[in-house]
């Protein structure tokens, strides 16, 4: 009994590792949801604010959501002893995704942004805002299948780009540790497009890390049976 409590309880690490990596954008998109409802500003100017609230109100709420459910979905002990609380999150978390990414292509496409946000930018973010509503979709065929090994592959893969806003802070926090020495401040549009662009890739190469490990226990697991 004590070892199961110790079990479950270790399992929890991943989604509280997970959380605190959202933290940085969910706490930001708080922040932008207090300023649009109370009409004060208490973050940078964003364009976006004035001429596309709707949209960027869908965009931060369905992100928040995703980024708690996806993590509580990484819980070894919830998916084996609550399938059902699984599958039930899994319904929300898959609206909530597709509607995170097309929130976010939407954006991309038809809204100004920041003051260095550019053309670059906006293609990185219509590319892989495209392939994680793809993952997403191919995840939800897969488990209508009950090909539970493909549709995990491929939410890990869709979670992991929606965690790349959390990345990205990391990932543009140590662009300013190494530049701040030489007195480079902020990036430039290019570097800051090419920064989100690392930040997604740091993020589906850790994800298909963690597919292939699997997989490659699946394979041993059927030869030494």
Request: aromatic letters at 6%; glycine letters at 12%.
């Given at each position: 009994m004590t070892d199961e409590g110790g079990s479950a309880r270790a399992g929890w690490?991943?989604?509280?590792?997970?959380?605190a990596l959202g933290a940085v954008p969910m706490v930001a998109g708080a922040l932008r949801l207090t300023e649009l409802t109370l009409g004060a500003q208490v973050m940078p100017d964003n364009p976006r604010v004035h001429t596309a609230a709707l949209p960027l109100v869908l965009h931060i709420v369905s992100v928040?959501?995703?980024?708690?459910?996806?993590?509580?979905?990484?819980?070894?002990?919830?998916?084996?002893r609550r399938p059902g609380r699984h599958r039930?999150?899994?319904?929300?978390?898959v609206p909530c995704g597709l509607l995170a990414a097309l929130s976010g292509i939407w954006l991309a496409l038809f809204s100004a942004g920041g003051a260095h946000d550019g053309p670059l930018l906006a293609a990185f973010r219509l590319g892989f805002g495209s392939i994680m509503a793809l993952s997403l979709l191919l995840g939800l065929a897969a488990i209508l299948r009950r090909d539970v090994a493909r549709h995990r592959a491929w939410m890990i893969r869709g979670y992991a780009i929606g965690l790349g806003a959390g990345t990205q802070a990391l990932v543009i926090a140590l662009w300013y540790l190494v530049t701040a020495p030489a007195g480079l401040g902020a990036p430039g549009e290019t570097a800051l497009a090419l920064l989100h662009a690392a930040a997604w890739t740091i993020n589906l190469a850790v994800a298909e890390r963690i597919v292939r490990a699997a997989r490659r226990g699946r394979t041993r697991a059927r030869v030494a049976a």
């Amino acid at each position: 009994m004590t070892d199961e409590g110790g079990s479950a309880r270790a399992g929890w690490h991943v989604p509280v590792l997970l959380i605190a990596l959202g933290a940085v954008p969910m706490v930001a998109g708080a922040l932008r949801l207090t300023e649009l409802t109370l009409g004060a500003q208490v973050m940078p100017d964003n364009p976006r604010v004035h001429t596309a609230a709707l949209p960027l109100v869908l965009h931060i709420v369905s992100v928040m959501a995703y980024t708690l459910l996806g993590a509580f979905q990484f819980a070894p002990g919830l998916r084996r002893r609550r399938p059902g609380r699984h599958r039930a999150a899994g319904r929300l978390l898959v609206p909530c995704g597709l509607l995170a990414a097309l929130s976010g292509i939407w954006l991309a496409l038809f809204s100004a942004g920041g003051a260095h946000d550019g053309p670059l930018l906006a293609a990185f973010r219509l590319g892989f805002g495209s392939i994680m509503a793809l993952s997403l979709l191919l995840g939800l065929a897969a488990i209508l299948r009950r090909d539970v090994a493909r549709h995990r592959a491929w939410m890990i893969r869709g979670y992991a780009i929606g965690l790349g806003a959390g990345t990205q802070a990391l990932v543009i926090a140590l662009w300013y540790l190494v530049t701040a020495p030489a007195g480079l401040g902020a990036p430039g549009e290019t570097a800051l497009a090419l920064l989100h662009a690392a930040a997604w890739t740091i993020n589906l190469a850790v994800a298909e890390r963690i597919v292939r490990a699997a997989r490659r226990g699946r394979t041993r697991a059927r030869v030494a049976a």
